[in-house]
């Protein structure tokens, strides 16, 4: 009998992704996402398989499922910076009430719980590379406390039902993916590069470009995130790419990518944004035997030709 799945948020980028490993690796996979930011485009090629199964539903609201579950992979959130500044609410909703809703269903069903936590969680940090063990700095009532703060409720609650209900609990810290499947529009800078990049518009840079992210790409970010979930870590695990690269470094790897010089328009940094951001993946070396595999330049030639297939710039 196949191991049975729920992906909340399986329609948005990375939970899309997700589904497929876990049909992949066997599983009978049960999607729900509620649309507001997910796209049935991203899991139309998933409607013809036998084990798959999408529910649409607002994870915030009561949730019942009909038969056994062997895990829960609770993915759903608004995860950029233009998504939750839009939806502050709801982004501070589905971090509360929806991860409630989710523990609540895997504590029902005697199911594994998975938790898509973020590199949020460490704020702009005053330590790096940043380790599971360091606390972060974040300021709460910034306008990207919403979604940093919802995560780390998030994360604060995974562990009291660890604790108290004695719930299988498993905490992924995913820092910068990309790839496929992300909305040209989302406003994180790999996609707003390759479609600015693509249409011909000045590549829109924040403040002097010397401020620094690690880009995983998502075959290998969904990759450590099978693997935590069939691991026995309880313990927050980062997943993400250690190689650090400036935003002046992403534009200089875009334009070898693309093979020509690309504009630039600069604007002021936003309000919180992050100075530097790298994980330390020593503990997903560790416990998961795991590390990233793809650089960035083969992850933008595929991020591009994505874009390139939705019809955006010239064809690939």
């Keep these: 009998m196949r191991p049975r799945a729920l992906v909340t948020g399986g329609a948005g980028f990375l939970g899309s992704h997700l589904c497929e490993r876990l049909l992949q690796a066997g599983h009978e996979v049960l999607c729900i996402d509620n649309l507001i930011t997910g796209d049935l485009d991203n899991i139309a090629h998933l409607f013809g398989h036998e084990a798959f199964r999408f529910i649409k539903h607002d994870v915030t609201e009561y949730l019942y499922v009909a038969g056994p579950l062997d895990a829960v992979l609770h993915f759903a959130s608004p995860a950029s910076p233009v998504d939750y500044l839009r939806l502050p609410i709801q982004t501070l909703k589905v971090g509360s009430l929806g991860t409630h809703k989710a523990l609540g269903l895997a504590k029902a069903k005697g199911a594994r719980f998975l938790l898509a936590s973020t590199s949020e969680v460490y704020g702009d940090p005053q330590v790096h590379p940043q380790p599971e063990s360091y606390w972060g700095h974040v300021n709460p009532v910034g306008p990207r406390g919403v979604y940093d703060e919802a995560k780390r409720f998030a994360e604060a609650l995974t562990m009291a039902y660890h604790r108290y209900h004695g719930v299988d609990t498993r905490i992924a810290r995913i820092f910068n993916t990309y790839g496929p499947r992300m909305r040209p529009h989302d406003g994180r800078v790999v996609s707003n590069f390759c479609l600015q990049a693509l249409t011909g518009e000045p590549l829109t840079l924040y403040g002097d470009g010397s401020q620094t992210r690690s880009f995983c790409f998502v075959a ?84 591009l030709a994505h874009f390139q297939r939705k019809g955006i710039g010239p064809p690939g």
């Design 220 to 303: 290998d970010t969904v990759e450590g995130l099978y693997r935590l979930l069939t691991s026995a870590e309880v313990d927050p695990v980062n997943v993400g790419n250690p190689t650090e690269f400036t935003i002046r470094e992403l534009v200089a790897t875009l334009e070898r990518v693309l093979g020509r010089a690309l504009a630039v328009s600069t604007h002021p940094l936003p309000q919180d944004d992050p100075r530097v951001r790298q994980p330390d993946i020593t503990r997903a070396r560790a416990v998961l035997d795991w590390q990233p595999t793809v650089d960035l330049e083969a992850g933008l030639r595929a991020t």
